[in-house]
């Protein structure tokens, strides 16, 4: 019975939280994005004059705060540019996918019981600065909206913790064009003065 390298073990970790981080943060800004064009809440507004009765309005998550879905893109970016960076960018950039995450909750849950938007819609169509709604009602979709900010903030953390073990994308590029490089013009002689100037002229590095 062959036993696994200790070493293996780290980064079959590190690989299951790399495509946690990225499902968890598509899924989550996903999520955040569709909720923002649902209905959040609902009520009747009382209309005065000859047309007096209940006029029924809505109000949309994007209606109700434009937060939620600025920050998902925010976190949607943040999780790509976590592959276009290293170390300390690492580290900050995973930290703005967290924040993101942790932004949209909160503002999803403040929405939840908002009827800012609901008086705002109501005086839009009577012709007021802002109306009275009666009978108000709120959807689950706020709730959503704070489960796909939860989803964000798994990625960031996610991240953070493992970020560090993740590959770039620009240093498999670097290293691949550096190699194919060298390859075109030959190994460097560090006994041939020549061969060296010639490196140095080229702007590389004669002694890597």
Known sequence: MTREP???????????????????????????????????????????GPGAGELHVTASGSAVSGLPSALALVGLASLVAVFAVRRTGRVIVASVLALSGAGAIGAALVGASDTTAL??????????????????????????????????????????????????????????????RRGRRGAVDPDRPEDLWKALDRGEDPTT
């Open 119 to 180: 008086e705002r819609s109501a005086g839009d169509a009577l012709g007021l600065t802002e109306a009275a709604v009666t009978g108000v009602s709120h959807s689950g979709w706020p709730w959503f909206s704070a489960l796909g900010g939860l989803l964000l903030l798994i990625a960031g953390l996610l991240a953070l913790s493992y970020g560090r073990q993740w590959p770039a994308m620009s240093g498999r590029y670097e290293r691949t064009e550096r190699g194919d």
């Open 6 to 48: 200790a070493s293996s073990s780290p980064a079959r970790a590190s690989r299951r939280a790399l495509g946690a981080a990225l499902l968890s943060g598509a899924a989550g800004a996903t999520v955040v994005l569709i909720a923002a064009g649902q209905t959040w809440g609902e009520g009747e507004a009382s209309q005065m």
